[in-house]
């Protein structure tokens, strides 16, 4: 409980740092970057303290790549 109240503090910190000087300088398109990645990366560390199990984008990329290589493999050997 106190790690996502810790990670909670910090991503408030950190839009309370960040916001004000994208919004002063009306850089909106910046901001909804800024804003969707820093509630990605806060429910992804959220997750990650309750021990849900993330799927690893290289497993995503192996799955794909893999039949490539076992036929490249096939010729070549």
């Known amino acids: 409980m106190w ?6 503090i910090t991503a408030v910190v950190i839009a ?9 300088k009306k850089l909106r398109k910046e901001l909804w970057v800024f804003s969707s990645l ?4 806060t429910g992804l ?3 990650k303290s309750l021990d849900v199990q993330i799927p690893n984008p290289l497993d995503w ?17």
């Not at 990329?61 to 050997?77: F, N």
Request: aromatic share 6%; proline share 5%.
């Open 61 to 77: 990329m192996t799955a794909v790549y893999k039949p490539l290589s076992d036929l490249l493999t096939g010729l070549l050997t």
């Open 3 to 8: 790690v996502i109240a810790g990670i909670l």
């Open 38 to 41: 820093l509630l990605f990366g």
């Open 16 to 24: 309370l740092i960040e916001v004000p000087l994208l919004v002063r």
């Open 45 to 47: 560390s959220i997750a």
